[in-house]
């Protein structure tokens, strides 16, 4: 009996077996999604802060401001001067004189821009050609100080020409500047109010200097002076004078800004004088002088009037 039949029927199986085992040991592979990877932490690095843009420098970086020593002795251009240059790319040579010695740099053609507070004089400066430009910056006010203890009297009197008077009757020591400043200025007009004339008097001394320096020596000689409100206040802590006459609408003190005429003056710096003006009455550089000595005072040194008239001010 032949079992040739059964030997390949048992191949045939075991090669279908075989077969089986192989094809599941390849699954079909599984269709991946791709990730996208995750920033590693160096790549996550804060944006770089973009450098200032450099102001390009002006064909002409040199202005030179002559003011009244009242702005340099209160402090405010330190603040105003820094901001500006950095603004502008201008670098400014501050000359602070009085206001007399201010306006006769400019009529002389030795400054570009003025900034003063002698209204009457900067008129005739105006009317005489010396100025292209005049514009309304800001105000404070004049105050007389003196010891405490007062031998004049003067303390509370409403008006300061009445305690220029009771000064003069008592002999009590008084110190001038004696040096044309606007300042200067306002206290001869009050002697002329007064009907006094107060040159050469033994009570009366010059002293010849800016209003920090008048300041001083007032203090030093148990002296009254006039001064402006701001000077006072930066120094006060270094004075033995208090405030004895104040709130008098004729101690106003109004400051300007002036172009100096460039057709009389070619060389002067027109364009870095227009760049000031217009900076100090621009409403960023107002909004810095309304605070300025808050922090440090309790109350403002100076009074922003960009865009007012002499007129509002009760100026002539």
């Given at each position: 009996?032949?079992?040739?039949?059964?030997?390949?029927?048992?191949?045939?199986?075991?090669?279908?077996?075989?077969?089986?085992?192989?094809?599941?040991?390849?699954?079909?592979?599984?269709?991946?999604?791709?990730?996208?990877?995750?920033?590693?932490?160096?790549?996550?690095?804060?944006?770089?802060?973009?450098?200032?843009?450099?102001?390009?420098?002006?064909?002409?970086?040199?202005?030179?401001?002559?003011?009244?020593?009242?702005?340099?002795?209160?402090?405010?251009?330190?603040?105003?001067?820094?901001?500006?240059?950095?603004?502008?790319?201008?670098?400014?040579q501050t000359v602070a004189v009085g206001t007399g010695a201010a306006l006769k740099?400019?009529?002389?053609?030795?400054?570009?821009?003025?900034?003063?507070?002698?209204p009457s004089s900067e008129k005739t400066f105006m009317d005489n050609g010396f100025?292209?430009?005049?514009?309304?910056?800001?105000?404070?006010?004049?105050?007389?100080?003196?010891?405490?203890?007062?031998?004049?009297?003067?303390?509370?009197?409403?008006?300061?020409?009445?305690?220029?008077?009771?000064?003069?009757?008592?002999?009590?020591?008084?110190?001038?500047?004696?040096?044309?400043?606007?300042?200067?200025?306002?206290?001869?007009?009050?002697?002329?109010?007064?009907?006094?004339?107060?040159?050469?008097?033994?009570?009366?001394?010059?002293?010849?200097?800016?209003?920090?320096?008048?300041?001083?020596?007032?203090?030093?000689?148990?002296?009254?002076?006039?001064?402006?409100?701001?000077?006072?206040?930066?120094?006060?802590?270094?004075?033995?004078?208090?405030?004895?006459?104040?709130?008098?609408?004729?101690?106003?003190?109004?400051?300007?800004?002036?172009?100096?005429?460039?057709?009389?003056?070619?060389?002067?710096?027109?364009?870095?004088?227009?760049?000031?003006?217009?900076?100090?009455?621009?409403?960023a550089t107002q909004k810095v002088i309304s605070t300025f000595g808050v922090d440090?005072?309790?109350?403002?040194?100076?009074?922003?009037?960009?865009?007012?008239?002499?007129?509002?001010?009760?100026?002539?």
């Amino acid at each position: 009996m032949k079992r040739t039949p059964n030997i390949f029927l048992t191949l045939i199986v075991f090669l279908s077996l075989a077969l089986s085992g192989c094809g599941a040991s390849n699954p079909t592979p599984v269709a991946t999604v791709p990730v996208t990877a995750e920033p590693s932490v160096a790549a996550s690095s804060p944006t770089p802060v973009p450098s200032p843009t450099p102001v390009p420098a002006p064909a002409n970086p040199n202005l030179i401001l002559a003011t009244t020593t009242s702005t340099q002795d209160s402090g405010l251009l330190d603040v105003l001067i820094p901001l500006f240059e950095q603004q502008t790319g201008y670098k400014v040579q501050t000359v602070a004189v009085g206001t007399g010695a201010a306006l006769k740099m400019g009529e002389e053609g030795n400054a570009d821009v003025l900034l003063v507070h002698a209204p009457s004089s900067e008129k005739t400066f105006m009317d005489n050609g010396f100025g292209s430009d005049r514009r309304l910056v800001m105000h404070n006010d004049f105050i007389i100080v003196g010891p405490a203890d007062d031998p004049a009297g003067i303390k509370g009197t409403a008006s300061a020409v009445e305690a220029f008077q009771k000064i003069a009757a008592a002999g009590a020591a008084f110190v001038s500047r004696g040096d044309d400043s606007g300042t200067n200025k306002m206290e001869l007009g009050l002697w002329q109010k007064a009907a006094i004339d107060p040159a050469g008097q033994t009570w009366y001394i010059e002293s010849g200097q800016g209003m920090g320096a008048t300041l001083t020596v007032a203090s030093e000689k148990s002296a009254y002076t006039l001064t402006d409100r701001a000077t006072y206040l930066a120094n006060k802590a270094n004075l033995q004078l208090t405030i004895l006459v104040e709130g008098d609408p004729a101690l106003l003190n109004v400051y300007h800004v002036i172009i100096v005429n460039h057709d009389n003056w070619p060389n002067t710096n027109l364009e870095g004088a227009m760049a000031f003006a217009d900076f100090i009455v621009s409403p960023a550089t107002q909004k810095v002088i309304s605070t300025f000595g808050v922090d440090k005072y309790g109350q403002p040194l100076f009074f922003p009037d960009a865009g007012k008239t002499d007129a509002d001010l009760g100026l002539p």
